[in-house]
């Protein structure tokens, strides 16, 4: 396919470079504003086409080496084309973005906690690897290649993990590991468990045992947090009513002890959960959930807790109607959703807080942690 020319003007909210060509918007990812080179056109569209650069003649100076050797080719990664630092400021630039629909820029600086990775590699405790059988490929997905690339120095993940993906490469080889697979193509989970032991899992859905955070170590952050939250807005001996939405294990409410807490999820790790957390087992995406919850909740809650998936909870506000908690710290991976759920609140709740936890260093990806009062309240 014919090369283009670019020259990056701008960045979009996801980190790729932004360029005008024959009247279309192309994205590049891993550029950098002011830079120039040639591209191959991966996807085109009318308004707009997604390139893959091929070089680069004119080169940033905030361009750095990446760490990683597959970061070329490989789509894991986004930003290692950028210092740390750099990667922190643009994701709390590209959060502001977001939250225009919910504060203004000056109300947002003033609001804004910013919580970085005490290291930006090493961090996730379970990778997931696609594979195809009979040409003993295994790796991630190159998008310039359109095909697996073995990825065996991956930086993301747990030193475990890492060692374990290296000695399939290098000890067993690649093929004799498939030989396990099931399928022609696929993909494998390598899992690190609580009790730091490595496990391996073909063609299963993704965490296929119950949803865990791949960060740990920022995830003690964010508890630590949401529990010094917990007791700056409620008295100590309180007893205080939650409800905990997409709880799951009861990550979120497990350290708040002087509390009666429903935990709320199509899938409950029971054995997981403290004396003060109550299982609920409901799909809240299910029609008609709202009122079948607010049958099983005894009292109205002080304080609801929410951490959807990436699509967010499109029926947030018809919920919060119909319970109106006293505040609401609603905790998301994806401000575009997180934004959209809470747009509808503005009349009844205001932003105490706006906080960025970079759970995911080297991609786009990061965690939001948004509280909000009652009006009343004030």
């Known amino acids: 396919m014919e090369l283009i020319r670019f020259e990056i003007q701008d960045i979009d909210v996801f980190g790729q470079g932004i360029s005008k060509i024959g009247g279309k918007t192309a994205f590049i990812p891993k550029t950098l504003i002011g830079e120039q080179g040639s ?12 390139a893959q650069a091929v ?36 994701k709390k630039k590209a959060l502001k973005n977001h939250m225009r629909k919910l504060v203004s820029d000056d109300e947002f600086d003033k609001i804004i906690q ?6 930006r590699f090493n961090y996730r405790n379970r990778i997931q690897l696609h594979y195809q059988k009979n040409e003993s490929l295994l ?15 991956c930086k993301l993940a747990d030193k475990l993990i ?20 099931r399928k022609k193509e696929g993909h494998v989970e390598i899992l690190l468990t609580p009790d730091n032991k490595v496990t391996i899992h073909f063609d299963k859905q993704y965490s296929s045992g119950g949803f865990t955070q791949v960060n ?20 100590e001996n309180d007893p205080v009513q939650i409800i905990d939405l997409f709880g799951g294990s009861g990550n979120l409410t497990k350290n708040l002890a002087n509390s009666k807490c429903y935990v709320v999820d199509s899938f409950i790790k029971k054995e997981s959960l403290s004396t003060h957390q109550i299982p609920i087992v409901m799909n809240l995406f299910k029609k008609g959930m709202l ?42 991976c994806n401000p575009s959703t997180l934004a959209r759920d809470l747009e509808n609140l503005m009349d009844f709740y205001q932003i105490e807080s706006i906080s960025l936890f970079d759970f995911f260093p080297a991609t786009h990806h990061f965690e939001t942690f948004v509280i909000l009062k009652a009006y009343e309240q004030y």
């Open 216 to 235: 740990q170590r920022a995830n003690r952050v964010l508890l630590d947090f949401l529990g010094l939250s917990f007791r700056t807005h409620f008295k």
């Open 114 to 119: 910013v919580f970085p990775d005490v290291e």
């Open 291 to 332: 009122g079948t919850l607010a049958q099983k909740i005894e009292n109205k809650p002080e304080l609801m807790i929410v951490d959807p998936p990436r699509s967010g909870f499109k029926e947030f506000s018809l919920l919060v109607e119909s319970i109106a908690p006293q505040m609401i710290y609603y905790i998301s």
């Open 55 to 90: 070089e680069i003649d004119v080169k940033s100076p905030d361009r750095v080496e990446s760490a990683c050797p597959h970061y070329d080719q490989c789509t894991g990664c986004h930003y290692l084309h950028y210092s740390y630092e750099d990667e922190i400021s643009f």
């Open 162 to 181: 890492q060692n374990r993906v290296e000695q399939i490469y290098n000890t067993a080889g690649v093929g004799e590991f498939l030989k396990k697979a």
């Open 139 to 153: 790796g991630q997905y190159s998008t310039s290649l359109k095909k697996n690339i073995p990825t065996p120095e």
């Open 39 to 50: 591209a191959r056109v991966i996807k085109e569209k009318k308004s707009y086409l997604i």
